[in-house]
């Protein structure tokens, strides 16, 4: 049997043992017997993608991280990221698939309900949801974003602060459905994947967790043996991939 490896990208630096939390989203009854993901993290940039600033950085090493899966023989390179950081310099670099969460999660939520919300963990990333929202052209669908003014940690997850943040996430996501019109709900970040369970039981509306989204389109993808348009993302004459190999790693 043929195994498809899939590369998933983390858009920050992290120690192995934090990248098991970002890998536990994939429950092992979810992830078939000819697909196998390795998740990495980025040699080097910033922690929170709080800012422009800080959507370069990530960008620059996200694309850094993936430019030589095809190389190495991975069949599609999955972002683990709502802000798609890198996406599009990838599909440039890479013939084989490359998916986003967040594009990824719009578009179902689109199909799935008339209108939709994001409820996300702080205000600093709300940035990333207009962006999605004018790549999309789903802006008139997006019914609210809604956080609850919590610092995401990329370490610990949701770990150990299910007790407080859950109730918070579920009391923003009924506010984003009574109060805005929602009629489906978009985690707005990989690092929420462990309160997935808990609102998708209590809501009434669609839950969406991007980073299994994004898996399962990468899947569909090789299914079908389909990948992005080399017309909308043209190949570059001359890569430069060892530029930013050459920055340290900080783990």
């Known amino acids: 049997m043929t195994r498809h490896r899939i590369r998933m990208i983390v858009p920050v630096p992290l ?111 709300h940035w990333i949801y207009r962006k999605l929202a004018v790549e999309t052209g789903l802006g008139a669908r997006l019914a609210s974003v809604r956080d609850i003014a919590t610092r995401p940690d990329t370490r610990e997850l949701l770990a150990g602060k299910e007790d407080i943040v859950f109730g918070k996430l579920e009391e923003q996501c009924r506010r984003a459905i009574d109060e805005d019109g929602a009629e489906a709900i978009i985690l707005g970040s990989t690092t929420m994947h462990q309160s997935h369970r808990y609102l998708a039981e209590r809501l009434d509306v669609p839950v969406l967790n991007p980073g299994l989204i994004a898996f399962k389109q990468c899947e569909t993808l090789l299914d079908l043996g389909l990948a992005h348009s080399k017309r909308s993302y043209p190949t570059p004459e001359n890569p430069q991939d060892a530029v930013l190999a050459g920055v340290p790693a900080v783990f």
Do not use: H
């Open 15 to 125: 120690p192995a043992e934090a990248l098991a939390g970002f890998a536990a989203q994939l429950p092992a009854g979810l992830v078939r017997d000819d697909i196998s993901v390795e998740f990495t993290g980025v040699r080097a940039g910033t922690s929170s993608l709080d800012s422009a600033y800080e959507a370069t950085m990530a960008d620059a090493f996200c694309l850094e991280a993936g430019q030589r899966a095809e190389d190495e023989g991975f069949a599609a390179v999955c972002l683990n990221t709502v802000s798609d950081s890198g996406l599009d310099a990838l599909r440039s670099r890479l013939s084989i698939p490359v998916v986003g969460p967040g594009r990824a999660s719009f578009f179902l939520a689109a199909d799935l309900a008339k209108r939709f919300s994001v409820v996300t963990m702080w205000p600093q990333w």
